[in-house]
Each structure stands twice: as structure tokens, then as C-alpha cells.
């Protein structure tokens, strides 16, 4: 199942949803069985009898062989919000196989709602920007809404660029309830305005893990001659020799990174990189993980 | 400074694609799209910029590869004269030594002035000697050494020969496609106009010779000479022996000169001659009474002039007793014997005399002592006649047999053995005669085939040829002259009659000169000649001789033939003029009397005008005209190739190309 994940083979699939099921079903899966998640009613432990507690809780059975009152606890009501913050700037156009950066986020962003809305009940919501916020989805469990967050999605077409900083206050003042944030975007932005623009976010007690979605050429580029380049969304264009790509901008695509897990990390948020030619499991494991933690 | 191969240049329109390649197509890179320029700041173009200096110059490596490589190819010179050429230069040094350089002090003047150009120049060039007599003779290699070109010099000989100056530039032309570097030619020559070829063009040089001319004399010298004498190789009767001298003048004024005839150092007859202004006179000595055997004879004038070389000429004359020869005819005819008896005195000058028998008398007779035997139209010979007549042939007598019209009732032609198969009238056909058609003109008897033409044959035999070889047909095809191999000895057979009634041949001229030359055919014995020219050449031997030897004494007494030479060499130059006395591989001795071409004796010098004209033609520059100015020429211009060095750079610049191509191409390589 696990060649279901690639991105290449994804691509092949019209319409997000299925592209969603096929990638959750793929990888649950492809893992054990774990006691650390399953629907709320499910039984997690017993306690003592208090005075004042509720009798309808009470193992009887245990009671009759034990004389001892019981209380059965249940996972409780742990739906959660979860809110996609999707860049749709010029840049996520880029690509240097068969799978841009927007898509491979599309495809990631579907997967994650089909498992929060699909199977875990979890609301979930859309806010896709660029400079400014161009839609939004709020977060909700009602019917359908989850083919309302994958039409989000499929009209996010990337235009304009990336500004963190000016859609921020329209972030704060959406996400009212506190559930968990995810942002993917290239994040072409110095590490400190990032975090600058997204740690209020978490102050405002989310869960914030930042999805940091790169091209294979743009981590290791490879120019055999000279070229010209052209930025995406700026569309200014510098001539670049094949020995600076291959050393100066390596060393500062690797410090850039490196800065940018170490200062979402001190800000208490999480970092994952998602390259666009690896599988896309690393994202679901990443989501899992956080809904793990906040249970 | 120019091209040796000027169209090579054309290859530099290939410098116009390492331009392309790096200037104009660079530009038609498309622009490639990345996600941001965040991380590729100014100091990116800057280092774009050292590559584009990097790219220049690897554009101006590869240019200049191109560039030289052309030049390479088109040979680029620079014109040099100077010091440094000098030493390449050979100075040619040639004497004419020809006979009219006996005149007065000519030779010793072209000596004299030839040294005073060698001492001119000094050691450290090369230079050689050379004659000009009849060819262009080497006296020595191209040598530093001025003791030996001096000693060269010195011993240059006035020779008997004629100077052609064709055959000097003939010789130097081939001189010239051995040696590349420039030949400085002098000439010390009287420049005879006589020595001048027929065309001009024979005189051109190549561009590589510089032509000085060295006149040793200006002006034309007047000379009588003994021109040319006609005498008879062979007499066998003295009072019947005519000599005949011919008397010339060049440039001279009307004169009267004595002529005496010297036969073996004495003079025999001595006549005055009144020789024109510039003009020529012959005098007739009407007996040579000469002894048997050979002797040394000239006609000698007293000519008083400065070349005294030419006022005799030699010839040498041969006294014998004439030859018997047998005719057998017919009694009835009387014709046949008058036609070649006076055929036969009148063309061989008494060397034959004709022993006249009817065939019905010839008995027991001794055939051996007659040089060969005519059957005139005989009908039949006795039997005993015809079988003495086939062994004189066997053993290596001739025979002359006439068919005419008494033949034709004996199908058996005496000795020759063919038959006659049928009689040809051409009397009785519509043209009442014919002609000769084909014949063969290598046939001794046929060597004037050109003057048949107006024969007229009325009457002919048809003999069936067999194993004979046909030298003359009729036009009908007609077997005329057959030639036939018996024994050691030969038959010649004529199918119609020596009269002239089967045929109008004995009234025609061409009748005495092949009866001339079939009776020297059949008897053995070939007209000789008593004189001949300077550097002329002799037959020693035929190809049946190959293995016998033969013998040339020249007139110093000496034997210029070495032994190998003796036996082996075909033919001899006989270069000096005097008498050589030869025995011949034949077994025949000879003397020959041997004489400068007259030619030689014309002292008249080639026009200034045409001197200048050979010196232009042979190069431009060197407009030196008198000895003087000839030895202060300036050095040649030489052209100095540069292509050697447009390859060092193209060698270097190749080098430093292909290190900082590989440099390039290496900051491309990824890591694994």
C-alpha cells in the first residue's frame, strides 16, 4: 500500500477526496493496532467511587463481584478543532518532477481533513491566503463539510505572494476556538518574521505545527550551465552560475532551515519539512502524533 | 609581408563560430523559474561576472587557435635581404670555352675577369665553375674553398665545340630544381650571336637566378674561313675525284685569299680566291691524287685574322681499286646493260666496274671475285652457272635478278628458287600502266621510295614470294622487289626488267640512286665519310656486334675509350677537331677528319638590346650590364616564411585553451 502514498502515483487521481481516502486508508493500514486512539465513547480506566458522582457511571457487574463501587471512564469528548492555514502564493507553483508544491499541499491538506473530519469527528477548517486571506472555511462537523473544505482547496490556485504578516490579524480573529493549526507553505520568509507573524497563534492556546513544503531542486539545486532565473512571484530574474547554486545557496537553504526548526521549536510550536518527491505519511504521522498528545 | 597560400585565408570565416557559439547563442538561454531569489544575492553576478570574463577569454583562446591555424595555412612571409642570406646564396661562375673563344685573348679575358670576380667576393659563399661549350660541364662542386674555384678557372681549355646559350639555360633550369637557394649566374662569354637559340623562350631562368652578363668583347671581328669542303670519302679513280671548299668571310672586306689542298702534310694545289665583302666563294680542286689506303687531308687558307683555328678543314679520303661486277643478260639485249652500267658508274663514283656476259657464255667462272651478280632477264643459265651462282650466294655472294619479259615462258626463276605464276601486261589494261604501291622505306634499296612515284611499270611477273621479304608491291598488289635470305648470302629479285620497255624506270632519275644503293647493299660496302662535325656522334657498332671491340684513337694519339667502353659503347663524341683514326667492330678501319661547327666562326656579338632583354627576362632587379657594376650587386630579396612561428602560438594557445576548457567543464561535475 505504501506506493499509494507517493505523490507521483497520487497525481494520477482526479478529485482530492479520493486521493484523501486512498492515502488514510493506506496508511492506517500500514500501522498496528495502538490503544492511544479510537472513538470517544471507548472505555480508558476505572476509578473509585466518589460521593456526588454520577451513578449511571457504575460498574455494576464489578460491584456484585467485588462489593466495591466502580466508576467505568470513557474517553471523554475530545473533538478538536483543526484549522489548515494553506499558502497559495506564486511560489507553491513551483515544481521540478510531476507534483507542484500546491498540490503535493492539497493532496496533504485533504488527507488530513479526511482523517479529522472522517474519522475522528474532529471540525475542521480552511483558511487559504497569499497576501491577503482569500477564503475561508470555518471549522464545523456538520454534513459535508468536508467536500466544502476539498472545493476550498481545489479552488486555491496559487497567485500573488506570500505575506504572513498582513493576513495575521485576519488568523486571530477567525480561529476564536482552540484546536490545532497547521500551516504549509514554503515559508520563503526569514525565520524570525514567521515566527514572529504565527507565535500569536499559539499564545492563544493552539497547537501550531508548521508544514514546511519544499521542491527536491530547491533544497539540493542542480544548474549544469549558467541560467537565468526567474523568481515566481516576483518575477525578478538573476543570471546564477551552477558553483553558487551548488555551494552558496545550499549552505543558506540549510541554514535557513535549520533557523527556522530551531526558532518554531523554541516558540513552542512544531516543524516538519514535507518534500514533495517523498511519500506523504510523514504528514498524517505528524498529525497523528499532536492528537495523540493533546488526548 | 605577404601570403604564400593567400586563399587559406578564407578559413577565417570559421572564427565566426566559437563567436556564435559564446556571444550569440548564450543569449537564447531560456530563463528557468524558482520559487524565490531569496537566497541568491548580489554577489551571485558578480561571480557571473568573472565567468563571463572567464567565458571571454576562453573565447579569445579559441579565436586565437582559429586565427593561427589559418595563418598556419596561409603562410605568411616577410621579404629579407641582407647579410643573412648571403650565405645561402650560390655564385655560378660559368666561362664559355667554346671555339670562338680561341679568337685572340678571349679565353684569357674570361679567365682573367671570372678570378677577378671570385677575389671580389672573398671565402664564406659558395660558388661553382662551369664551361659552356656545346653543353653546360660542372668543373667543380659549390665549394667555399677559393683556391679551388681559382684552380678551376685556371684550367679551363678552349674547346672545339659550339656554344649554345639554349643549352645554358637549359642546363641552368635543372640546376635550379635541385638548388632552392638564389644562384647568382655569371656569364664570361664573347656572346656570338650565333649562339642564340631559334626562340627566345629557350632563354628564360627560373625566378631563383640572377642573370649578369659579362661581354668580353663588343664589337664584331672580321674572319675568313675554310667553311665547308665537299670531297669523296672513297676514290678509285683520282683523275674522276673532285674537291670542292667553299670560301667564307664574316664581317670582312673583299679579299683574295689562297686555298691550297694538303694531302698528308703536303700541299698538293694551291688557287687564289676572291672572296666578296662579307660573302662567300668556292673554289674547285679537280684531281685528289691521293695514295691507297686513308689519307689525311684539308684545304687550308691564309687567312691572316685573329682566329686562325678556322682557317682549315679536314677530311680524310679512302683510295681503293673498284669492284667487278657481274651482268648477265640476254644476247639479244643490250638495253639493260647500258642502263645500269651508266647508272652504276655515274652514282658510285668508279667504285664498280661492270663485266658485261651473255648467259649462254658463262661457263665455269670464278664468281668470288665479283662484289655480286646482276641476271638480267635471262630465260635460263646453264646448270653448271646456276649451281656455282647458288653456292657463291650460300657462302655469302649476293645476287640481282631483273624478271622481265623473257621470263615469262620459264615458270623457274634461276637460284632465287619462286615461281612465276602469271605475267602481268599492264600494257593491254585501260591505264597502260601502273605504279608502285606499298614499299617498304627501311630496305636499303628503298631509301628514296618517295621518288617512284612518276615510275611507270608496263610489264611485271607475278612470283609467288614463299619465305622472301617483299620490300615493294605494285598497286595491284603485285609483288615488285623481294628480298630473299639464302645461305650467308642474299638475292634480290625485281619482277620486271632493268630496260626500259618493260618499265620507264631506267629513264627516270630515281633509277641511278637505287642503283646506287642496291649495288652498296649487295656488295657489302657503305658510303663513308671523311669528315665530320665537332661533337658529333659516331655508330661504333651495330646490334650484331655487341661482343667485338672496337678502337678510337683521337688526334692527340691517345685512347679516350677505356676497355669496358671499348667493348661495349654504342657510339662516340667526337669532340675535338682533328683526325681520329677508328677500327669499327666490323673489322673496317677509318680516319675521319673532324672540324669546329663553322658556325662558331661567325664573330658577329649579340645586340646590347638583346642582352638587356635576357637579363630582364631573367630578373628584374639586377640591371648590372659591365663587369664593374656586376660584382657590387646588391643581395637578393628572399622571402622569409612565418609560418612556423603562427604554429608555435597556435601550439601554446591550444595548451592554454584546453586547460581552462577542462577547468570549466570540472566546476560542472556533481557530487555523488
Known amino acids: 500500500m505504501q506506493r499509494f502514498l507517493d505523490p507521483r502515483v497520487l497525481a494520477g487521481i482526479s478529485g482530492l477526496d479520493l486521493v484523501a481516502k486512498t492515502v488514510v486508508d493506506g496508511f492506517v493500514a500500514g500501522l498496528h493496532r495502538s490503544p492511544d486512539f479510537g472513538f470517544s465513547q471507548e472505555f480508558a480506566e476505572y476509578r473509585a467511587y466518589t460521593p456526588g458522582d454520577d451513578l449511571r457511571h457504575v460498574d455494576w457487574n464489578v460491584y456484585a463481584r467485588t462489593e466495591r463501587a466502580y466508576l467505568k471512564r470513557y474517553r471523554g469528548e475530545t473533538n478538536s478543532v483543526l484549522t489548515l492555514l494553506l499558502d497559495a502564493s506564486n511560489s507553491m507553483n513551483y515544481t521540478s518532477h510531476s507534483v507542484k508544491k500546491m498540490d503535493y499541499a492539497r493532496y496533504t491538506a485533504a488527507s488530513l481533513f479526511y482523517l479529522a473530519i472522517q474519522d475522528q469527528r474532529d471540525a475542521a477548517g480552511l483558511i487559504v491566503f497569499d497576501d491577503e486571506v482569500r477564503n475561508f472555511i470555518r471549522p464545523s462537523t456538520r454534513q459535508g463539510q468536508f467536500h466544502r473544505l476539498l472545493s476550498g482547496l481545489e479552488l486555491a490556485e496559487p497567485r500573488a505572494r506570500t505575506d504572513f504578516a498582513k493576513p495575521l490579524r485576519h488568523f486571530q480573529e477567525f480561529l476564536r476556538r482552540r484546536g490545532l493549526v497547521l500551516i504549509l507553505s514554503d515559508f520563503y520568509e526569514s525565520p524570525e518574521t514567521i515566527v514572529r507573524t504565527v507565535e500569536p497563534l499559539r499564545f492563544h492556546g493552539n497547537e501550531v505545527i508548521l508544514f514546511h513544503i519544499l521542491d527536491p531542486q530547491e533544497i539540493r539545486p542542480n544548474l549544469g550551465q549558467s541560467a537565468i532565473l526567474v523568481d515566481l512571484e516576483t518575477d525578478e530574474r538573476l543570471e546564477v552560475t551552477p558553483e553558487y547554486a551548488h555551494d552558496e545557496y545550499r549552505k543558506k537553504m540549510d541554514a535557513h532551515i535549520e533557523a527556522l526548526r530551531d526558532k518554531t521549536r523554541a516558540a513552542g510550536m512544531d516543524y516538519y519539512q514535507l518534500v514533495t518527491d517523498r511519500p506523504l505519511d510523514g504528514a498524517l504521522r505528524e498529525y497523528l502524533t499532536i492528537r495523540q498528545g493533546k488526548n | 609581408m605577404g601570403f604564400l597560400a593567400p586563399w587559406f585565408l578564407a578559413g577565417a570565416l570559421a572564427l565566426g563560430v566559437p563567436v556564435y557559439l559564446h556571444l550569440l547563442r548564450r543569449h537564447t538561454t531560456n530563463p528557468r523559474p524558482v520559487s524565490s531569489l531569496m537566497f541568491f544575492e548580489k554577489r551571485t553576478q558578480s561571480s557571473t561576472r568573472q565567468r563571463r570574463l572567464r567565458f571571454l577569454l576562453l573565447l579569445a583562446l579559441r579565436l586565437a587557435v582559429l586565427f593561427f591555424l589559418v595563418m598556419a595555412f596561409a603562410n605568411p612571409f616577410v621579404n629579407r635581404r641582407g647579410k643573412a642570406s648571403a650565405g645561402d646564396n650560390l655564385l655560378l661562375i660559368v666561362v664559355d670555352n667554346s671555339f670562338s673563344m680561341r679568337e685572340g685573348t678571349r679565353l684569357a679575358d674570361a679567365k682573367r675577369e671570372a678570378t677577378s670576380l671570385l677575389a671580389s667576393r672573398g671565402g664564406g659563399s659558395r660558388a661553382q665553375v662551369m664551361t659552356l661549350g656545346s653543353q653546360l660541364t660542372a668543373l667543380t662542386q659549390p665549394v667555399q674553398d677559393p683556391g679551388v674555384l681559382r684552380a678551376a678557372i685556371a684550367g679551363i681549355q678552349p674547346s672545339d665545340s659550339r656554344a649554345n646559350f639554349g643549352e645554358l639555360a637549359r642546363g641552368i633550369r635543372s640546376l635550379a630544381d635541385s638548388v632552392h637557394s638564389p644562384i647568382e649566374m655569371h656569364l664570361f662569354s664573347d656572346m656570338q650571336k650565333s649562339g642564340m637559340p631559334a626562340s627566345f623562350s629557350e632563354l628564360s631562368l627560373p625566378g631563383n637566378i640572377s642573370l649578369l652578363l659579362h661581354p668580353i668583347v663588343r664589337d664584331s671581328v672580321p674572319n675568313w674561313t675554310v667553311e665547308s669542303v665537299n670531297a669523296p670519302g672513297q676514290v678509285w679513280d683520282p683523275k674522276k675525284a673532285r674537291v670542292q671548299a667553299v670560301i667564307a668571310g664574316f664581317h670582312t672586306p673583299a679579299a683574295t685569299r689562297s686555298v691550297t689542298l694538303v694531302v698528308n702534310g703536303k700541299g698538293v694545289a694551291t688557287q687564289n680566291a676572291n672572296v666578296p665583302a662579307n660573302g662567300r666563294v668556292t673554289v674547285e680542286f679537280q684531281t685528289l691524287d691521293v695514295p691507297y689506303g686513308f689519307s689525311k687531308c684539308e684545304v687550308r687558307i691564309d687567312s691572316a685574322d685573329t682566329l686562325p683555328a678556322d682557317d682549315v678543314t679536314l677530311f680524310s679520303v679512302e683510295r681503293a681499286d673498284p669492284e667487278d661486277v657481274l651482268f648477265v643478260h640476254e644476247r639479244g639485249d643490250t638495253r639493260s646493260q647500258v642502263y645500269f652500267g651508266a647508272a652504276l658508274v655515274a652514282a658510285a663514283e668508279s667504285a664498280f666496274t661492270v663485266e658485261n656476259v651473255p648467259a649462254d657464255q658463262m661457263g665455269n667462272a670464278n664468281l668470288q671475285k665479283y662484289a655480286f651478280v646482276v641476271?638480267?632477264?635471262?630465260?635460263?643459265?646453264?646448270?653448271?652457272?646456276?649451281?656455282?651462282?647458288?653456292?657463291?650466294?650460300?657462302?655469302?655472294?649476293?645476287?640481282?635478278?631483273?624478271?622481265?619479259?623473257?621470263?615469262?615462258?620459264?615458270?623457274?626463276?634461276?637460284?632465287?628458287?619462286?615461281?612465276?605464276?602469271?605475267?602481268?601486261?599492264?600494257?593491254?589494261?585501260p591505264e597502260r600502266f601502273t605504279t608502285v604501291g606499298d614499299a617498304d622505306p627501311s630496305h636499303p634499296s628503298m631509301q628514296n621510295i618517295a621518288k617512284w612515284s612518276g615510275v611507270k611499270f608496263y610489264y611485271a611477273e607475278v612470283v609467288d614470294p614463299g619465305d622472301a621479304r617483299v620490300v615493294a608491291r605494285l598497286t595491284d598488289g603485285t609483288p615488285l622487289l623481294l628480298d630473299k635470305k639464302i645461305g650467308e648470302g642474299r638475292v634480290l629479285l625485281l619482277a620486271s626488267g632493268l630496260d626500259n620497255i618493260t618499265n620507264d624506270f631506267p629513264l627516270h632519275p630515281s633509277f641511278v640512286p637505287f642503283i646506287d644503293q642496291t649495288a652498296r647493299y649487295l656488295s657489302g660496302t657503305e658510303r663513308r665519310s671523311g669528315s665530320a662535325v665537332a661533337n658529333s656522334y659516331l655508330e661504333l657498332r651495330t646490334a650484331k656486334e655487341q661482343a667485338v671491340s672496337v678502337e678510337v684513337i683521337d688526334p692527340q694519339g691517345r685512347r679516350p675509350l677505356s676497355i669496358q667502353e671499348a667493348s661495349s659503347a654504342q657510339s662516340f663524341e667526337l669532340t675535338q677537331a682533328g683526325f681520329y683514326e677508328l677500327r669499327l667492330a666490323n673489322g673496317r678501319r677509318n680516319v675521319i677528319g673532324v672540324n669546329a661547327d663553322r658556325r662558331e666562326s661567325d664573330l658577329d656579338v649579340i645586340p646590347d638590346e638583346t642582352l638587356a632583354l635576357w637579363k630582364g627576362n631573367a630578373t628584374p632587379q639586377t640591371a648590372a650590364s659591365s663587369p664593374a657594376t656586376a660584382s657590387t650587386t646588391e643581395e637578393p630579396v628572399k622571402p622569409y616564411g612565418l609560418w612556423w612561428y603562427a604554429m608555435l602560438v597556435l601550439l601554446v594557445a591550444a595548451i592554454v585553451e584546453s586547460l581552462f576548457a577542462s577547468g570549466y567543464l570540472g566546476t560542472q561535475r556533481e557530487e555523488p
Not at chain 2, 386 to 398: A, H, K, M, W
Not at chain 2, 406 to 419: Q, Y
Open chain 2, 375 to 429: 641476271l638480267s632477264d635471262v630465260t635460263s643459265v646453264p646448270s653448271a652457272f646456276e649451281n656455282d651462282l647458288l653456292r657463291y650466294v650460300q657462302g655469302g655472294g649476293s645476287v640481282l635478278i631483273a624478271a622481265g619479259t623473257s621470263s615469262s615462258g620459264h615458270p623457274h626463276i634461276p637460284v632465287f628458287g619462286g615461281n612465276i605464276s602469271d605475267t602481268n601486261d599492264y600494257s593491254r589494261g
